[in-house]
Every structure is written in structure tokens, then in C-alpha cells.
């Protein structure tokens, strides 16, 4: 279960402070992640769009989609705004 942090809405300023929330947010997840066998990191961003790539253990896992939920209810709740987060199977095809 991920646990809920206490910082909210930073609305970024600019995109750079935007990408860092990005970031921050999935590397606060991912020692879960990991200490299961998994990973999550970030491929892309296109606009509203967060492509991630879920690795190891969260391949498989039935209960990978909760996750990704749960890391996008955390995305939106710190940016201020809707985004999708989207799983890609191959990171390299999806940075192209």
C-alpha cells in the first residue's frame, strides 16, 4: 500500500519544476516497488501525458494497475492538474 504524503498542489511554475514533481513522485514509490521485486521509472513526458516503464516483479503482477493508480491519484494531487499515466512495454520504442 503506498503511503500518503503530506505535501500537496505545488503547482509547478515551470516545466522543469514539473518534471521534477514527475520525478519525485516515482522515487518516492519505488523502494515499495523494489523491496517486492519491481520498478517504475520514467520514460516520457508528453504534455498531460506520463509514460512509465514497469519492470521486474510489476510486469506480471495482477495487482499492477492499483499501483499505477495509485501513482497517478499521487501525480495529480501534487501537480494541480489531470494527467494519464501511461505503462509502456518498451521504453526504447516509446522515447522515440
Known sequence: MLVEPKQRKQRPETETDREQIIQAVIEEIRPNLQRDGG?????????????????????????????????????????????????????AKARH
Do not use: W
Open 39 to 91: 520498478d517504475c521509472q520514467l520514460v516520457k513526458i508528453d504534455g498531460n501525458k506520463i509514460m512509465v516503464n514497469l519492470t521486474g516483479a510489476c510486469v506480471f503482477c495482477k495487482l499492477s494497475s492499483f499501483t499505477l493508480e495509485g501513482i497517478q491519484a499521487r501525480l495529480v494531487e501534487r501537480l494541480g492538474e489531470f494527467v494519464r499515466l501511461i505503462p509502456v512495454a518498451d521504453a
